[in-house]
């Protein structure tokens, strides 16, 4: 498939290699055609993978992940040309942090407890299928589960079932085995919302390898 991230951190780095890996063509798109990251991930990834602008990115996606840092999202959207997401499946991996004051970084809060940054991108992208998952674990862990030494979950939030069932197989492709659809897209206010807690458990364990896993 080919599939556009848009990003040129860390998350659009790992995930986009992860699926270069799996035989998907994948176009990383950044504010600039020719960012000193994506060449270098070009390189890294060999044949399936390009770079460009955002809106190159989005117009080659068939499949748009959304990896840019969580306060901009909005106005990445905007610079990659809302009408490349027509009718397409977006994931939507990024969190509503403010890292303006340093960290621990805080919620920003018109993004959280009655709305969340999942839901502003549907609104934004009234045409487009957003699923809101992966944002509750690091990029490692996002592409390779089994780091960790039990069965763990993933959370799924978006209003189209057939979008989420596209998702789950990119998921499963992972090594997920365990999704748990929460619901329509607002219910990403609560996988957004246990960041405060995931980044102290980041500091106490001292290491992003880590999940939190559902007992009943
Ligand atoms: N790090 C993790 O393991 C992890 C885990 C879960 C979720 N997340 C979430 O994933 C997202 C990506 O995180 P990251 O650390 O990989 O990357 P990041 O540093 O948060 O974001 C990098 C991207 O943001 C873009 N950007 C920065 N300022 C911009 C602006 N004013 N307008 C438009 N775009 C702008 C950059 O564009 P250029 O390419 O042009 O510089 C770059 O592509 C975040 O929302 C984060 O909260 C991260």
Not at 39 to 54: H, I, P, R
Not at 66 to 75: F, P, S
Request: glycine letters at 10%; a neutral charge.
């Amino acid at each position: 498939m080919n599939i556009a991230i848009l990003g040129t951190g860390m998350v659009g780095a790992t995930v986009g290699k992860k699926l270069t890996d799996l035989g998907h063509k994948v176009m990383m798109g950044s504010r600039t055609s020719g960012n000193e990251k994506a060449l270098e991930w070009v390189k890294k990834c060999g044949a399936n993978a390009s770079e460009g602008k955002f809106s190159d990115a989005a117009a080659f996606g068939e499949l748009i992940i959304l990896c840019t840092n969580g306060a901009v999202t909005i106005e990445a959207i905007g610079l990659s040309g809302k009408e490349n997401f027509k009718g397409k499946t977006v994931i939507d991996i990024t969190n509503p942090l403010d890292f303006s004051k340093g960290m621990p970084p805080t919620l920003i809060p018109e993004l959280t407890n009655t709305n969340s940054l999942g839901e502003e991108v549907q609104k934004t992208l009234p045409d487009a299928k957003v699923v809101k998952t992966l944002n509750t674990v690091n990029c490692e862990i996002m592409i390779e589960p089994s780091k960790l030494s039990e069965e763990t979950s993933i959370y799924m939030s978006g209003n189209d079932a057939a979008a989420k069932e596209k998702v789950s197989e990119i998921l499963r492709s992972f090594g997920w085995t365990s999704i748990i659809d929460l619901g329509d897209i607002s219910t990403a206010r609560g996988t957004e919302m246990i960041l405060p807690l995931w980044i102290r458990l980041w500091g106490a364990l001292k290491t992003g390898h880590f999940n939190f896993k559902i007992v009943k």
